[in-house]
Nanobody, 121 residues
Framework: QVQLVESGGGSAQPGGSLSLSCAAS????????LGWYRQDPEKQRELVAV???????NYGNSYKGRFILSRTELDNTVYLQMDRLKPEDTAVYYC???????????????WGQGTQVTVSS
């Protein structure tokens, strides 16, 4: 099994900053992607930022220039630095991983439990 351990989030004022991290562990053969999505009530999950192995990072349009995703391969962790936060960034943020248990095997999708980010004055 693959575990995703999320940390960070919380509350901030508009224009402020927060950070999130997600560490993947367990039966990992190959990580194909590791990143963050958000979900608003009654809406589909939306891409925030994802690191695609070996070295591609994609961002949702609303987050380009404000959020930065970095990763450490030593411990299979991604870090999301969220700057210039806006009230519309308020949502539950979910870590997502696309992982195969065998090296270069067919990947499965895994989700973290979600962490709340609230931006308000």
């Amino acid at each position: 099994q693959v575990q995703l351990v999320e940390s960070g989030g919380g509350s901030a004022q508009p224009g402020g900053s927060l950070s999130l991290s997600c560490a993947a562990s367990g039966s990992i053969g190959t990580i194909y992607a590791l990143g963050w999505y958000r979900q608003d009530p009654e809406k589909q999950r939306e891409l925030v930022a994802v690191s695609i192995w070996p070295n591609v990072t994609n961002y949702g349009n609303s987050y380009k220039g404000r959020f930065i995703l970095s990763r450490t391969e030593l411990d299979n962790t991604v870090y999301l630095q969220m700057d210039r936060l806006k009230p519309e960034d308020t949502a539950v943020y979910y870590c997502h991983a696309k992982v195969s248990k065998q090296v270069w095997g067919s990947p499965d999708d895994y989700w973290g439990q979600g962490t709340q980010v609230t931006v308000s004055s």
